[in-house]
């Protein structure tokens, strides 16, 4: 099964930008690329996704290399509100669009 | 839209009894979704439905039981509550079973078992 790898965790002050790094070398053509992230007490909210291209939103930018096997989340403008933990996530095609999640990145921002 | 909400919030049980947690989605949404997260883990499917009438298993279905008789609703059942189900539970709903789109969740219960 294709899996991630994030660090465990992550430090950024405040009104900086963040690039937070996954790797996933054993990822497949038809794997997309999921972030998501959990603020404390609350559930998951989706940020962003993608499958080969960069792709930009409101609240953040997704960069995929060339390879696929790895991608960077970038956080422009890092707040206090932003401190969560961010997971990255390959969607595994079981007959349903289900997302496995791992242990994710705890970013802290600093006043 | 209130999205997806889960009730109850909080809920303390004990071993052997029963219970259902609520999720109901006002979005119209295909899929529909239950996992566990327990304390410093990443979250963990339970079960998940791609529509009305349709269930399957995640990757710890064991204790759980689900159904889906509306688009709106998905509960979760715990027939004899066990202290290793002491964990929060979310729920998550997404437009459509088969293309990509985010999952939007609920805020999650958070059950205890004694």
């Known amino acids: 099964d294709a899996k991630t790898t994030q660090p465990n965790s992550m430090e950024s002050n405040e009104e900086e930008p963040v690039h937070l790094p996954c790797n996933h070398s054993?990822?497949?053509?038809?794997?997309?690329i999921h972030w998501y992230r959990q603020l404390p007490s609350q559930g998951p909210e989706y940020v962003i996704h993608?499958?080969?291209s960069n792709v930009n939103n409101r609240m953040a930018s997704l960069a995929i290399a060339e390879d696929r096997k790895s991608s960077t989340l970038i956080l422009h403008r890092a707040t206090l509100r932003d401190a969560a933990v961010y997971y990255c996530?390959?969607?595994?095609?079981?007959?349903?669009?289900?997302?496995?999640f791992g242990t994710g990145t705890r970013l802290t921002v600093i006043p | 839209n209130a999205g997806v909400t889960q009730t109850p919030k909080f809920q303390v049980l004990k071993t052997g009894q029963s219970m259902t947690l609520q999720c109901a989605q006002d979005?119209?949404?295909?899929?529909m979704s239950w996992y566990r997260q327990d304390p410093g883990m990443g979250l963990r499917l339970i079960h998940y439905?791609?529509?009305?009438?349709?269930?399957d298993q995640g990757e710890v279905p064991n204790g759980y039981n689900v159904s889906r008789s509306t688009t709106e609703d998905f509960p979760l059942r715990l027939l004899s509550a066990a202290p290793s189900q002491t964990s929060v539970y979310f729920c998550?709903?997404?437009?459509?079973?088969?293309?990509?789109?985010?999952?939007?969740f609920g805020s999650g219960t958070r059950l205890t078992v004694v």
């Open positions: 054993t990822i497949s053509g038809t794997d997309y």
């Open positions: 996530i390959l969607s595994r095609f079981t007959g349903a669009n289900n997302l496995f």
């Open positions: 998550a709903s997404s437009y459509s079973s088969t293309v990509i789109y985010g999952y939007t």
């Open positions: 439905s791609v529509g009305a009438g349709i269930t």
């Open positions: 979005m119209n949404h295909e899929y």
């Open positions: 993608g499958l080969t």
